[in-house]
């Protein structure tokens, strides 16, 4: 089993920035994938970023591509999101996700194997 907690979220306005965290706890944090997801008010659940095990490797969605980065702390079993030019489309519950079985980098909902609670993002105009 693996516990994912995400803090972090809040209020900030367009061209603002947040960073939000996902800690982790229940299995060796180094020896999974990691993933942010979003998901706003009546939309399905979508990839934002995800990174390799050593977290060497990143892929990001194309729409937050040169704005968001996506890290990790092995040593903290930690992973963050850096949001930065957020933009008011940005607005969404951000859930973080871990991959126990996969080594390539995953953009799909149904590859993760576990989820955080979500915590809430906004951006006003």
């Known amino acids: 089993q693996v516990q994912l907690v995400e803090s972090g979220g809040g209020l900030v306005q367009a061209g603002g920035s947040l960073r939000l965290s996902c800690a982790a706890s229940?299995?060796?944090?180094?020896?999974?994938?990691m993933g942010w997801f979003h998901q706003a008010p009546g939309k399905e659940r979508e990839f934002v970023a995800t990174?390799?095990?050593?977290?060497?490797?990143?892929f990001y969605a194309d729409s937050v591509k040169g704005r968001f980065t996506i890290s990790r702390d092995n040593d903290k079993a930690t992973m963050y999101l850096q949001m930065n030019s957020q933009k008011p489309e940005d607005t969404a519950v951000y859930y973080c996700a871990a991959d126990i079985a996969n080594y390539r980098l995953d953009s799909e909902v149904y590859e993760y194997d576990y989820w955080g609670q979500g915590t809430q993002g906004t951006v006003s105009s």
């Open positions: 229940g299995r060796t944090f180094s020896n999974y994938l």
């Open positions: 990174i390799s095990r050593s977290g060497f490797r990143t």
